[in-house]
């Protein structure tokens, strides 16, 4: 088992930028890929970004690709989402996510994700 305990969202401007951590505890971290989704209202939860379990791949959403960056530190249990230049749209719940797959098979569709957090919500305003 995987607990997931994501922090660092809130209330930014259009423009600009927030950090997302996710804190993982229980299994050992580097077993499991890591990655972001998010939710806004009245859509499906969508895939926003993945990292393989050593950090040495990235995924990333279309729509996210040149503004978030995921990153991970195993030493520390965490995983990171780096948000730039944020838009209105990028307003949602965001859910940090693992799964016991290699991210290459796991990464873009949040199907059968094996571990999910409570989720932290992350609003931009124009």
């Known amino acids: 088992q995987v607990q997931l305990v994501e922090s660092g969202g809130g209330l930014v401007q259009a423009g600009g930028s927030l950090r997302l951590s996710c804190a993982a505890s229980?299994?050992?971290?580097?077993?499991?890929?890591a990655g972001w989704f998010r939710q806004a209202p009245g859509k499906e939860r969508e895939f926003v970004a993945a990292?393989?379990?050593?950090?040495?791949?990235?995924y990333y959403a279309d729509s996210v690709k040149g503004r978030f960056t995921i990153s991970r530190d195993n030493a520390k249990n965490t995983v990171y989402l780096e948000m730039n230049s944020l838009k209105p749209e990028d307003t949602a719940v965001y859910y940090c996510?693992?799964?016991?797959?290699?991210?290459?098979?796991?990464?873009?569709?949040?199907?059968?994700?094996?571990?999910w957090g409570q989720g932290t919500q992350v609003t931009v305003s124009s």
């Open positions: 996510a693992a799964d016991t797959r290699a991210a290459f098979e796991w990464w873009g569709t949040p199907t059968n994700t094996d571990y």
């Open positions: 229980g299994r050992t971290f580097s077993s499991v890929a």
């Open positions: 990292i393989s379990r050593w950090g040495g791949r990235t």
